[in-house]
Protein backbone atom coordinates (compact mmCIF):
# COMPACT_ATOMS: atom_id res chain seq x y z
CA UNK A 1 0.00 0.00 0.00
CA UNK A 2 2.94 2.17 1.07
CA UNK A 3 4.18 1.90 -2.66
CA UNK A 4 1.53 2.90 -4.46
CA UNK A 5 0.92 5.86 -2.58
CA UNK A 6 4.42 6.43 -3.74
CA UNK A 7 3.90 5.72 -6.77
CA UNK A 8 0.96 7.99 -7.06
CA UNK A 9 2.63 10.68 -5.21
CA UNK A 10 5.40 10.02 -8.16
CA UNK A 11 2.92 11.49 -10.76
CA UNK A 12 1.81 14.14 -8.89
CA UNK A 13 5.87 15.22 -9.36
CA UNK A 14 6.00 14.08 -12.93
CA UNK A 15 2.96 15.75 -14.12
CA UNK A 16 3.77 19.48 -12.38
CA UNK A 17 3.92 21.53 -15.74
CA UNK A 18 7.81 22.46 -15.28
CA UNK A 19 8.43 18.68 -14.83
CA UNK A 20 6.42 18.17 -17.80
CA UNK A 21 8.26 20.94 -19.50
CA UNK A 22 11.56 19.37 -18.98
CA UNK A 23 10.50 15.74 -19.49
CA UNK A 24 9.44 16.98 -22.78
CA UNK A 25 12.96 19.16 -23.72
CA UNK A 26 15.00 16.12 -22.72
CA UNK A 27 12.94 13.79 -24.67
CA UNK A 28 13.47 15.84 -28.32
CA UNK A 29 16.95 16.42 -26.95
CA UNK A 30 17.28 12.48 -26.88
CA UNK A 31 15.88 12.32 -30.47
CA UNK A 32 18.56 14.64 -31.75
CA UNK A 33 21.30 13.03 -30.00
CA UNK A 34 20.20 9.79 -31.25
CA UNK A 35 20.17 10.63 -34.69
CA UNK A 36 23.34 12.07 -35.15
CA UNK A 37 26.39 9.39 -35.16
CA UNK A 38 29.13 9.86 -32.64
CA UNK A 39 27.54 11.93 -30.36
CA UNK A 40 25.45 9.53 -28.01
CA UNK A 41 23.50 10.00 -24.76
CA UNK A 42 26.62 9.72 -22.15
CA UNK A 43 27.97 12.87 -24.69
CA UNK A 44 24.80 14.91 -24.45
CA UNK A 45 24.15 13.85 -20.70
CA UNK A 46 27.73 15.30 -20.21
CA UNK A 47 27.09 18.35 -22.52
CA UNK A 48 23.82 18.79 -20.84
CA UNK A 49 24.75 18.97 -17.01
CA UNK A 50 26.03 22.40 -16.79
CA UNK A 51 22.97 23.87 -18.02
CA UNK A 52 20.82 22.09 -15.04
CA UNK A 53 22.67 24.15 -12.30
CA UNK A 54 20.43 25.82 -10.36
CA UNK A 55 17.32 23.99 -11.12
CA UNK A 56 15.43 21.58 -9.10
CA UNK A 57 17.11 18.13 -8.48
CA UNK A 58 13.90 15.92 -9.71
CA UNK A 59 13.40 18.64 -12.62
CA UNK A 60 17.70 18.02 -14.01
CA UNK A 61 17.28 14.62 -13.42
CA UNK A 62 13.78 14.13 -15.20
CA UNK A 63 15.62 16.22 -18.44
CA UNK A 64 18.79 14.21 -18.22
CA UNK A 65 16.47 10.64 -17.97
CA UNK A 66 14.76 12.23 -20.94
CA UNK A 67 17.67 12.55 -23.43
CA UNK A 68 19.32 9.56 -22.25
CA UNK A 69 16.35 7.09 -23.18
CA UNK A 70 15.15 9.40 -25.88
CA UNK A 71 18.57 8.72 -27.27
CA UNK A 72 17.36 4.95 -27.82
CA UNK A 73 14.59 6.04 -29.55
CA UNK A 74 16.29 8.11 -32.47
CA UNK A 75 19.55 6.04 -32.85
CA UNK A 76 17.26 3.36 -35.43
CA UNK A 77 16.36 6.36 -37.80
CA UNK A 78 20.09 6.34 -39.27
CA UNK A 79 20.74 2.95 -39.09
CA UNK A 80 17.23 2.22 -41.18
CA UNK A 81 17.74 5.01 -43.91
CA UNK A 82 21.37 5.44 -44.06
CA UNK A 83 23.13 2.27 -42.82
CA UNK A 84 24.75 4.11 -40.29
CA UNK A 85 24.48 3.01 -36.18
CA UNK A 86 25.08 6.15 -33.87
CA UNK A 87 25.87 3.50 -31.37
CA UNK A 88 26.71 0.16 -30.74
CA UNK A 89 23.16 -1.01 -29.65
CA UNK A 90 21.92 0.13 -33.21
CA UNK A 91 24.02 -2.46 -35.46
CA UNK A 92 21.78 -5.17 -35.15
CA UNK A 93 18.96 -2.83 -36.54
CA UNK A 94 21.05 -2.37 -40.00
CA UNK A 95 21.15 -5.52 -41.33
CA UNK A 96 17.15 -5.76 -41.79
CA UNK A 97 16.34 -2.40 -41.19
CA UNK A 98 18.49 -0.65 -44.29
CA UNK A 99 17.16 -3.60 -46.50
CA UNK A 100 14.02 -2.97 -45.58
CA UNK A 101 14.33 0.65 -46.67
CA UNK A 102 15.81 -0.63 -49.80
CA UNK A 103 13.02 -2.60 -50.78
CA UNK A 104 10.88 0.01 -50.19
CA UNK A 105 9.59 -0.19 -46.86
CA UNK A 106 11.64 1.99 -44.80
CA UNK A 107 8.10 3.88 -43.28
CA UNK A 108 7.38 0.17 -41.90
CA UNK A 109 10.52 -0.41 -40.36
CA UNK A 110 10.40 3.15 -38.92
CA UNK A 111 7.15 2.36 -37.63
CA UNK A 112 7.82 -0.52 -35.98
CA UNK A 113 10.65 0.90 -34.13
CA UNK A 114 9.03 3.51 -32.53
CA UNK A 115 5.67 1.30 -31.78
CA UNK A 116 8.69 -1.45 -31.01
CA UNK A 117 10.59 1.29 -28.31
CA UNK A 118 7.29 2.07 -26.76
CA UNK A 119 5.72 -0.58 -25.96
CA UNK A 120 9.32 -2.12 -24.57
CA UNK A 121 9.67 1.35 -22.74
CA UNK A 122 6.43 1.08 -21.28
CA UNK A 123 6.83 -2.89 -20.06
CA UNK A 124 10.57 -1.98 -19.12
CA UNK A 125 8.81 1.26 -16.61
CA UNK A 126 6.46 -1.25 -15.24
CA UNK A 127 9.23 -3.70 -14.35
CA UNK A 128 11.20 -1.41 -12.73
CA UNK A 129 8.27 -0.13 -10.64
CA UNK A 130 7.46 -3.23 -9.40
CA UNK A 131 10.76 -5.16 -9.46
CA UNK A 132 14.21 -2.91 -8.16
CA UNK A 133 15.26 -3.92 -5.12
CA UNK A 134 14.70 -7.49 -5.57
CA UNK A 135 16.03 -7.66 -9.08
CA UNK A 136 19.38 -5.68 -7.92
CA UNK A 137 20.06 -7.77 -5.20
CA UNK A 138 20.49 -10.76 -7.92
CA UNK A 139 22.42 -8.54 -10.10
CA UNK A 140 25.14 -8.80 -7.24
CA UNK A 141 25.74 -12.14 -8.09
CA UNK A 142 27.18 -11.65 -11.17
CA UNK A 143 30.28 -11.65 -11.16
CA UNK A 144 33.64 -11.13 -13.45
CA UNK A 145 33.34 -15.28 -14.48
CA UNK A 146 29.58 -14.71 -15.18
CA UNK A 147 30.25 -11.77 -17.43
CA UNK A 148 32.91 -13.64 -19.17
CA UNK A 149 30.13 -16.48 -19.80
CA UNK A 150 27.78 -14.01 -21.00
CA UNK A 151 29.67 -12.03 -23.11
CA UNK A 152 31.17 -15.61 -24.57
CA UNK A 153 27.73 -16.49 -25.24
CA UNK A 154 26.91 -13.40 -27.05
CA UNK A 155 30.60 -13.93 -29.23
CA UNK A 156 29.02 -16.94 -30.38
CA UNK A 157 25.75 -15.41 -31.30
CA UNK A 158 27.35 -12.98 -32.87
CA UNK A 159 29.49 -15.74 -34.88
CA UNK A 160 26.88 -17.94 -36.18
CA UNK A 161 23.59 -15.36 -37.05
CA UNK A 162 25.14 -14.12 -39.34
CA UNK A 163 26.55 -14.61 -43.32
CA UNK A 164 25.85 -17.72 -44.94
CA UNK A 165 29.10 -18.64 -44.26
CA UNK A 166 30.29 -19.45 -40.48
CA UNK A 167 33.90 -19.88 -41.70
CA UNK A 168 33.64 -16.35 -43.11
CA UNK A 169 31.81 -15.01 -39.73
CA UNK A 170 34.85 -16.55 -37.66
CA UNK A 171 37.18 -14.53 -39.40
CA UNK A 172 34.96 -11.18 -38.98
CA UNK A 173 34.94 -12.10 -35.28
CA UNK A 174 39.11 -12.81 -34.64
CA UNK A 175 39.81 -9.03 -37.22
CA UNK A 176 37.31 -7.55 -34.64
CA UNK A 177 38.91 -9.33 -31.72
CA UNK A 178 41.99 -8.24 -32.68
CA UNK A 179 41.24 -4.18 -33.34
CA UNK A 180 39.65 -4.82 -29.79
CA UNK A 181 43.25 -5.17 -28.29
CA UNK A 182 44.84 -1.77 -29.86
CA UNK A 183 46.13 0.72 -27.29
CA UNK A 184 46.85 0.41 -23.85
CA UNK A 185 46.87 -2.80 -21.68
CA UNK A 186 44.82 -1.78 -18.38
CA UNK A 187 46.44 -4.10 -16.07
CA UNK A 188 50.20 -3.34 -17.15
CA UNK A 189 50.53 -0.21 -18.70
CA UNK A 190 52.16 -1.17 -21.83
CA UNK A 191 51.21 -0.23 -25.56
CA UNK A 192 49.99 -2.39 -27.27
CA UNK A 193 49.72 -2.79 -31.26
CA UNK A 194 49.88 1.09 -31.70
CA UNK A 195 52.56 1.03 -34.07
CA UNK A 196 54.07 4.04 -31.95
CA UNK A 197 51.20 6.42 -32.96
CA UNK A 198 49.53 8.07 -29.83
CA UNK A 199 46.70 8.93 -31.06
CA UNK A 200 46.05 4.70 -31.20
CA UNK A 201 46.96 4.66 -27.37
CA UNK A 202 43.27 4.99 -26.52
CA UNK A 203 42.13 1.75 -28.76
CA UNK A 204 40.16 2.36 -31.87
CA UNK A 205 36.28 3.68 -30.87
CA UNK A 206 33.24 2.19 -31.82
CA UNK A 207 31.80 5.06 -33.71
CA UNK A 208 34.99 5.51 -35.65
CA UNK A 209 34.77 1.20 -36.72
CA UNK A 210 31.33 1.34 -37.32
CA UNK A 211 30.71 5.07 -39.74
CA UNK A 212 33.69 3.82 -41.81
CA UNK A 213 32.48 -0.39 -41.89
CA UNK A 214 28.82 0.98 -42.74
CA UNK A 215 28.03 4.49 -44.01
CA UNK A 216 31.63 5.41 -46.00
CA UNK A 217 31.46 1.47 -47.57
CA UNK A 218 27.91 2.50 -48.46
CA UNK A 219 29.05 5.44 -50.13
CA UNK A 220 31.87 3.46 -52.32
CA UNK A 221 29.00 0.85 -53.01
CA UNK A 222 26.81 3.31 -54.09
CA UNK A 223 29.83 5.08 -56.31
CA UNK A 224 30.58 1.67 -57.66
CA UNK A 225 26.94 1.36 -58.56
CA UNK A 226 26.78 4.80 -60.23
CA UNK A 227 29.83 4.35 -62.50
CA UNK A 228 28.08 1.25 -63.53
CA UNK A 229 24.51 2.94 -64.24
CA UNK A 230 22.90 0.93 -61.91
CA UNK A 231 21.60 3.23 -59.04
CA UNK A 232 18.22 4.17 -58.81
CA UNK A 233 15.94 5.88 -56.60
CA UNK A 234 13.85 3.80 -53.69
CA UNK A 235 10.40 5.10 -53.44
CA UNK A 236 8.19 4.01 -50.65
CA UNK A 237 5.75 1.21 -51.41
CA UNK A 238 2.33 1.28 -49.78
CA UNK A 239 1.70 3.20 -46.99
CA UNK A 240 4.10 4.58 -44.07
CA UNK A 241 2.35 2.26 -41.59
CA UNK A 242 2.87 -1.33 -40.99
CA UNK A 243 -0.33 -4.03 -43.04
CA UNK A 244 -1.55 -6.69 -40.85
CA UNK A 245 1.04 -9.10 -42.05
CA UNK A 246 4.01 -6.99 -40.48
CA UNK A 247 1.80 -6.48 -37.41
CA UNK A 248 1.25 -9.96 -37.06
CA UNK A 249 5.06 -10.99 -37.17
CA UNK A 250 6.42 -8.32 -34.88
CA UNK A 251 4.33 -8.28 -32.02
CA UNK A 252 5.83 -11.35 -30.32
CA UNK A 253 9.74 -10.55 -30.84
CA UNK A 254 8.77 -6.86 -29.45
CA UNK A 255 7.42 -8.80 -26.59
CA UNK A 256 10.34 -10.93 -25.90
CA UNK A 257 12.92 -8.07 -27.23
CA UNK A 258 11.09 -6.28 -24.33
CA UNK A 259 11.76 -8.92 -21.45
CA UNK A 260 15.32 -10.00 -22.74
CA UNK A 261 16.44 -5.76 -22.89
CA UNK A 262 15.17 -5.58 -19.05
CA UNK A 263 16.79 -8.11 -17.83
CA UNK A 264 19.91 -7.79 -19.33
CA UNK A 265 19.79 -3.68 -19.04
CA UNK A 266 20.39 -5.01 -14.99
CA UNK A 267 23.60 -6.58 -15.45
CA UNK A 268 26.85 -4.22 -15.90
CA UNK A 269 28.46 -3.55 -19.30
CA UNK A 270 27.52 -4.05 -22.78
CA UNK A 271 23.59 -4.16 -21.06
CA UNK A 272 21.50 -2.42 -24.60
CA UNK A 273 24.27 -4.44 -27.48
CA UNK A 274 24.13 -7.57 -25.60
CA UNK A 275 20.80 -7.54 -25.25
CA UNK A 276 20.43 -6.50 -28.90
CA UNK A 277 22.58 -9.33 -29.96
CA UNK A 278 20.48 -11.78 -28.00
CA UNK A 279 17.38 -10.60 -29.12
CA UNK A 280 18.17 -10.63 -33.07
CA UNK A 281 19.57 -14.22 -32.16
CA UNK A 282 16.26 -15.28 -30.70
CA UNK A 283 14.25 -14.29 -33.15
CA UNK A 284 16.26 -15.55 -36.14
CA UNK A 285 16.51 -19.41 -34.10
CA UNK A 286 12.78 -19.27 -34.10
CA UNK A 287 11.67 -17.69 -37.33
CA UNK A 288 10.52 -20.52 -40.45
CA UNK A 289 12.74 -18.83 -42.39
CA UNK A 290 16.31 -18.06 -40.66
CA UNK A 291 18.16 -18.29 -43.69
CA UNK A 292 15.93 -14.26 -44.54
CA UNK A 293 17.42 -12.78 -41.89
CA UNK A 294 19.58 -10.38 -42.69
CA UNK A 295 17.69 -9.66 -46.42
CA UNK A 296 14.64 -7.23 -44.74
CA UNK A 297 12.88 -9.03 -42.25
CA UNK A 298 10.86 -6.77 -39.63
CA UNK A 299 11.41 -9.37 -36.75
CA UNK A 300 14.95 -8.54 -37.05
CA UNK A 301 13.99 -4.85 -36.70
CA UNK A 302 11.46 -5.32 -34.32
CA UNK A 303 13.05 -7.27 -31.55
CA UNK A 304 16.65 -5.97 -31.65
CA UNK A 305 14.91 -1.88 -30.98
CA UNK A 306 12.74 -3.09 -27.91
CA UNK A 307 15.25 -4.65 -26.46
CA UNK A 308 17.65 -1.89 -26.98
CA UNK A 309 15.04 0.51 -24.90
CA UNK A 310 13.93 -2.30 -22.43
CA UNK A 311 17.64 -2.23 -21.55
CA UNK A 312 17.83 1.24 -21.07
CA UNK A 313 15.11 0.57 -18.34
CA UNK A 314 16.64 -1.72 -16.63
CA UNK A 315 20.03 0.31 -16.26
CA UNK A 316 17.99 1.97 -13.88
CA UNK A 317 17.47 -0.87 -11.65
CA UNK A 318 21.39 -0.92 -10.10
CA UNK A 319 21.54 2.26 -10.13
CA UNK A 320 18.91 3.44 -7.84
CA UNK A 321 18.65 0.81 -6.01
CA UNK A 322 22.49 0.04 -5.25
CA UNK A 323 24.05 3.10 -6.74
CA UNK A 324 26.04 0.82 -9.51
CA UNK A 325 26.02 2.50 -13.07
CA UNK A 326 26.50 -0.36 -15.90
CA UNK A 327 27.23 1.95 -19.02
CA UNK A 328 28.85 5.51 -19.16
CA UNK A 329 25.38 6.72 -19.59
CA UNK A 330 23.95 5.84 -16.14
CA UNK A 331 27.61 6.99 -14.60
CA UNK A 332 26.66 10.48 -16.15
CA UNK A 333 23.57 10.04 -14.40
CA UNK A 334 25.10 8.66 -11.45
CA UNK A 335 27.25 11.97 -11.25
CA UNK A 336 24.13 14.25 -11.79
CA UNK A 337 22.60 12.88 -8.93
CA UNK A 338 25.94 13.50 -6.32
CA UNK A 339 25.78 16.89 -7.24
CA UNK A 340 22.69 17.49 -6.09
CA UNK A 341 23.57 16.04 -2.78
CA UNK A 342 21.53 12.79 -3.54
CA UNK A 343 23.04 9.48 -3.25
CA UNK A 344 21.74 6.21 -5.31
CA UNK A 345 21.64 3.45 -3.16
CA UNK A 346 19.39 0.49 -0.72
CA UNK A 347 18.42 4.11 1.18
CA UNK A 348 17.59 5.89 -1.80
CA UNK A 349 14.26 5.02 -2.08
CA UNK A 350 13.61 5.75 1.56
CA UNK A 351 15.16 9.17 1.81
CA UNK A 352 14.01 10.44 -1.63
CA UNK A 353 11.05 8.75 -2.15
CA UNK A 354 9.53 11.68 -4.17
CA UNK A 355 12.63 11.95 -6.54
CA UNK A 356 12.58 8.40 -7.23
CA UNK A 357 8.99 7.93 -8.10
CA UNK A 358 8.85 11.57 -10.44
CA UNK A 359 11.87 10.45 -12.30
CA UNK A 360 9.66 6.71 -12.62
CA UNK A 361 6.74 8.03 -13.57
CA UNK A 362 8.23 10.74 -15.79
CA UNK A 363 9.51 7.50 -17.80
CA UNK A 364 5.70 6.54 -18.75
CA UNK A 365 4.84 9.95 -19.93
CA UNK A 366 8.40 10.28 -21.59
CA UNK A 367 7.39 7.09 -23.04
CA UNK A 368 4.17 8.95 -24.38
CA UNK A 369 5.98 11.99 -25.68
CA UNK A 370 8.90 10.13 -27.62
CA UNK A 371 6.01 7.95 -29.56
CA UNK A 372 3.67 11.16 -30.25
CA UNK A 373 6.69 12.70 -31.68
CA UNK A 374 8.34 9.64 -33.75
CA UNK A 375 5.65 9.00 -35.47
CA UNK A 376 4.96 12.42 -37.43
CA UNK A 377 8.47 12.44 -38.20
CA UNK A 378 8.49 8.68 -39.81
CA UNK A 379 6.49 11.11 -42.98
CA UNK A 380 9.90 13.26 -42.79
CA UNK A 381 12.70 10.85 -42.38
CA UNK A 382 11.36 8.78 -45.11
CA UNK A 383 11.77 11.39 -48.00
CA UNK A 384 15.94 11.54 -47.11
CA UNK A 385 15.10 8.00 -49.83
CA UNK A 386 13.95 9.97 -52.49
CA UNK A 387 17.12 12.22 -52.36
CA UNK A 388 19.56 11.82 -55.53
CA UNK A 389 22.91 9.95 -54.85
CA UNK A 390 25.00 13.14 -55.70
CA UNK A 391 23.19 14.71 -53.06
CA UNK A 392 22.66 11.96 -50.58
CA UNK A 393 26.38 10.70 -50.32
CA UNK A 394 28.36 14.08 -50.01
CA UNK A 395 25.75 14.31 -46.93
CA UNK A 396 26.42 10.73 -45.21
CA UNK A 397 30.52 11.92 -45.45
CA UNK A 398 29.89 15.28 -43.82
CA UNK A 399 27.46 13.70 -41.43
CA UNK A 400 29.87 10.61 -41.09
CA UNK A 401 32.75 12.90 -40.65
CA UNK A 402 30.83 15.64 -37.89
CA UNK A 403 30.52 12.37 -36.10
CA UNK A 404 33.64 10.69 -36.04
CA UNK A 405 35.96 14.52 -35.15
CA UNK A 406 33.44 15.31 -32.52
CA UNK A 407 34.22 13.10 -30.42
CA UNK A 408 37.99 14.14 -30.05
CA UNK A 409 38.85 16.23 -32.53
CA UNK A 410 41.27 14.04 -33.92
CA UNK A 411 42.31 14.14 -37.42
CA UNK A 412 43.57 10.67 -37.54
CA UNK A 413 40.29 8.98 -36.95
CA UNK A 414 38.99 10.79 -39.83
CA UNK A 415 41.75 8.41 -41.87
CA UNK A 416 41.05 5.90 -39.53
CA UNK A 417 37.31 5.91 -40.30
CA UNK A 418 38.65 6.11 -43.97
CA UNK A 419 40.49 2.80 -43.43
CA UNK A 420 38.06 1.16 -42.01
CA UNK A 421 35.59 1.95 -44.83
CA UNK A 422 38.25 0.26 -47.77
CA UNK A 423 37.72 -2.78 -45.50
CA UNK A 424 34.53 -3.02 -45.42
CA UNK A 425 34.12 -2.29 -49.17
CA UNK A 426 36.74 -5.48 -49.73
CA UNK A 427 34.83 -7.14 -47.03
CA UNK A 428 31.31 -6.68 -48.85
CA UNK A 429 32.93 -7.88 -52.20
CA UNK A 430 34.14 -10.87 -50.80
CA UNK A 431 30.59 -11.57 -49.28
CA UNK A 432 32.56 -11.54 -45.74
CA UNK A 433 30.08 -9.93 -42.76
CA UNK A 434 30.88 -6.82 -41.27
CA UNK A 435 28.18 -6.82 -38.03
CA UNK A 436 30.31 -9.80 -36.43
CA UNK A 437 33.59 -7.58 -36.71
CA UNK A 438 31.72 -3.98 -35.11
CA UNK A 439 30.25 -5.59 -32.59
CA UNK A 440 33.48 -7.79 -31.70
CA UNK A 441 35.07 -4.55 -31.34
CA UNK A 442 32.74 -3.60 -28.72
CA UNK A 443 32.48 -6.79 -27.06
CA UNK A 444 36.44 -7.21 -26.81
CA UNK A 445 37.80 -5.13 -24.60
CA UNK A 446 35.03 -6.51 -22.14
CA UNK A 447 35.44 -10.00 -23.01
CA UNK A 448 39.35 -9.42 -21.94
CA UNK A 449 38.57 -7.72 -19.40
CA UNK A 450 36.16 -10.02 -17.38
CA UNK A 451 38.83 -12.89 -18.11
CA UNK A 452 41.49 -11.47 -16.85
CA UNK A 453 39.57 -10.10 -13.41
CA UNK A 454 38.47 -13.88 -13.18
CA UNK A 455 42.25 -15.17 -13.55
CA UNK A 456 43.53 -12.17 -11.06
CA UNK A 457 40.25 -13.93 -8.29
CA UNK A 458 40.97 -17.06 -8.47
CA UNK A 459 45.29 -16.83 -8.75
CA UNK A 460 45.37 -17.78 -12.14
CA UNK A 461 42.93 -21.36 -11.41
CA UNK A 462 40.51 -21.35 -14.79
CA UNK A 463 38.31 -23.66 -12.47
CA UNK A 464 36.46 -20.26 -11.45
CA UNK A 465 35.03 -20.43 -14.62
CA UNK A 466 32.96 -23.60 -14.27
CA UNK A 467 32.45 -22.96 -9.96
CA UNK A 468 29.51 -20.78 -10.75
CA UNK A 469 25.84 -22.83 -12.35
CA UNK A 470 25.30 -19.48 -13.86
CA UNK A 471 28.52 -19.30 -16.25
CA UNK A 472 28.15 -23.02 -16.74
CA UNK A 473 24.91 -22.67 -18.03
CA UNK A 474 26.05 -19.94 -20.16
CA UNK A 475 29.22 -21.39 -21.69
CA UNK A 476 27.05 -24.77 -22.50
CA UNK A 477 24.67 -22.73 -23.96
CA UNK A 478 27.56 -21.08 -26.21
CA UNK A 479 28.78 -24.39 -27.41
CA UNK A 480 24.76 -25.15 -28.78
CA UNK A 481 24.71 -21.50 -30.30
CA UNK A 482 28.03 -22.26 -32.01
CA UNK A 483 26.89 -25.50 -33.35
CA UNK A 484 23.89 -24.74 -34.17
CA UNK A 485 24.54 -23.61 -37.87
CA UNK A 486 26.21 -26.95 -38.31
CA UNK A 487 23.31 -28.89 -37.77
CA UNK A 488 20.84 -27.80 -41.16
CA UNK A 489 23.79 -28.63 -43.04
CA UNK A 490 24.14 -31.88 -41.69
CA UNK A 491 20.62 -32.46 -42.24
CA UNK A 492 21.00 -31.71 -46.28
CA UNK A 493 23.83 -33.69 -46.81
CA UNK A 494 21.78 -36.62 -45.50
CA UNK A 495 18.73 -36.24 -47.60
CA UNK A 496 20.91 -35.20 -50.69
CA UNK A 497 22.52 -38.70 -49.91
CA UNK A 498 19.08 -40.51 -49.73
CA UNK A 499 18.25 -38.85 -52.89
CA UNK A 500 21.18 -40.24 -54.70
Given amino acids: MEQFSHFIGGFAVALDPINLWYALLGCIMGTIVGVLPGLGPAAGMALLIPATFGMEPASAIIMLAGLYYGAQYGGSTTSILINTPGEASSVMTTLDGFQMARAGRAGA ?19 LSLLAVPLSHFALKIGPAEYFALLLFSMSSVTSLTGSSLPKAGFAVMI ?18 TGGIPELQDGIGFIVAAVGLFAITEVFVTLEQMFRGKTEIIGIKGNLWLNREEWRRSWMPILRGSFIGFFKGILPGGGATIATILSYSLERSLSKEP ?11 AGPESANNAAA ?7 LALGLPGSASTAILLGAFMIYGVQPGPQLLVKEPDLVWGLISSMYIGNVILFILNLPLIMLFVRIL ?13 VASIGVYSMNESVMELYLALGFGVLGYLMRKLSIPVPPLVLSIVLGGLLEKSFRQSLTISGGDLGILVGSPIAVALLIASVIVFCI ?9 KVESIAK
Fill in 109 to 127: ALAVAAIGSFIAGTIGVIL
Fill in 176 to 193: GLMIATVGIDLQSGTSRF
Fill in 386 to 398: YVPAGIMLPMILV
Fill in 313 to 319: TGAFVPL
Fill in 291 to 301: EKFGTGMIEGV
Fill in 485 to 493: PFIPKRKQN
